[in-house]
Structure formats: structure tokens, C-alpha cells
């Protein structure tokens, strides 16, 4: 069995000065690295989500201005072919309303020179009619 003589406080006295050294070495310093080393990771992880959380932030804000963007420069370009449209529709009366000017003007230039053409043929079958006759009668009364 146990011998309980005077070494047993001795071998007691050395456990317990080596446990204090030991803990004022190796374990409070082990354990202060150990803290540091969880608080530090507690730390980055804690930025990270934050991070990640304002990145969200972000990429929703900038979606939502890139939809706004998009939206407003459909409008642009729905503005800009409705303008386009109106201009050549524009164009395009102003164009028939000069092609039937001219076809107007046409028009009484040719019932002008028609009209001339018909006094002219008047005029022409008088002198005709009027030939024809002195010819006949003239015959006739000689």
C-alpha cells in the first residue's frame, strides 16, 4: 500500500509548484493565443458578414437603378421612334399635299391649254367652214 511518510507533501508541494508554473508558462499564454486567436476569427467572421450583408445592400440598390436606367431609356427610345414616326409622318403629308398641288396645277394647266385647243379648233372650223362655203357658193354663185 501507501507509505504516508514525509514525501508524500513534498511530491505534493512539486505537483502543485509544477501546475503553477506550468500554467504561468504554458497554459496562460496557450490560452490567451487561443483567446486571441477565437476573437480574432470571431472578428473577421463578424466583418465578413457584414460585408457580405452590405454587398446585398448594394447589388440590390444597383439593380434596381440598372431597371430604372433600363426603364427610362426604353422611354428614350420609345419618345425618340414616336418622334421619328410623327416627323416622317409629317414629311409625308407635306409631300402628298405638294404632289397634289402640282397634279391640281397640272390638272388646270391641261383644261387651260384644252380649252385653248378647242377656241383654236373653233376659230379653225369657221375658217374652214367658212372657206368650204365661199368655195361652194362661190362656185355656184360664179
Same mark, same amino acid.
Given at each position: 500500500m501507501f507509505d &504516508?511518510?514525509?514525501?508524500?507533501?513534498?511530491?505534493? &508541494?512539486q505537483f502543485f509548484l509544477l501546475v503553477a508554473v506550468l500554467n504561468a508558462v504554458f497554459f496562460k499564454p496557450l490560452t490567451q493565443a487561443i483567446d486571441e486567436r477565437d476573437g480574432f476569427i470571431r472578428t473577421n467572421n463578424t466583418e465578413a458578414? #457584414?460585408?457580405?450583408?452590405?454587398a446585398k445592400s448594394l447589388t440590390e440598390q444597383?439593380? $434596381?437603378?440598372?431597371?430604372?436606367?433600363?426603364? +427610362? !431609356?426604353q422611354q428614350v427610345l420609345a419618345?425618340? $421612334? @414616336?418622334?421619328?414616326?410623327?416627323?416622317?409622318?409629317?414629311?409625308?403629308t407635306e409631300a402628298?399635299? +405638294? %404632289?397634289? @398641288? #402640282? %397634279?391640281?396645277?397640272?390638272?388646270?394647266?391641261?383644261? !387651260? +391649254?384644252?380649252? !385653248?385647243? &378647242? !377656241?383654236?379648233?373653233?376659230?379653225? %372650223?369657221?375658217?374652214l367652214s367658212q372657206q368650204i362655203l365661199n368655195k361652194l357658193l362661190g362656185s355656184t354663185l360664179a
Open positions: &504516508f511518510n514525509g514525501t508524500l507533501p513534498l511530491m505534493m &508541494f458578414r #457584414e460585408r457580405l450583408a452590405k444597383y439593380e $434596381q437603378e440598372l431597371a430604372g436606367t433600363r426603364k +427610362q !431609356s419618345d425618340a $421612334q @414616336a418622334e421619328a414616326q410623327k416627323i416622317a409622318q409629317t414629311q409625308i402628298q399635299k +405638294q %404632289v397634289q @398641288a #402640282e %397634279v391640281m396645277k397640272a390638272q388646270a394647266e391641261l383644261e !387651260s +391649254q384644252k380649252q !385653248s385647243a &378647242f !377656241s383654236e379648233l373653233e376659230k379653225q %372650223v369657221d375658217t
